[in-house]
């Protein structure tokens, strides 16, 4: 959630900005950079849009999908399901 937020925020702050993004997608912002941008299309929907991620965010993610895939799933109760 944090994560999405960041990205929210961090492309509305790109959108503002008067200056043209020199850099493009898959380029850092500067020599050893370690921020990542790339083109993202939504499903059901045409646009894309830049999204801009550091390595950290992008391990962050990539945990907490591989923390989810493996979490112990509840099992239902009651004896319709034996």
């Known amino acids: 959630m944090l994560i999405r937020l960041s ?5 509305f702050a790109a959108c503002a900005s008067s200056q043209k993004q020199t850099n493009g997608p898959g380029q850092g912002s500067g020599s050893g950079s370690n921020v990542t941008c790339h083109e993202v299309t939504d ?3 045409m646009f894309s849009h830049t999204e801009c991620t550091t390595v950290e965010e992008k391990d962050a993610e990539h945990q907490g999908a591989q923390d989810f895939m493996t979490k112990p799933r509840s099992q239902p109760t009651g004896s319709k399901y034996h």
Request: aromatic share 0%; net charge neutral.
């Open 43 to 45: 499903t059901g929907t």
């Open 7 to 11: 990205a929210l925020v961090l492309t």
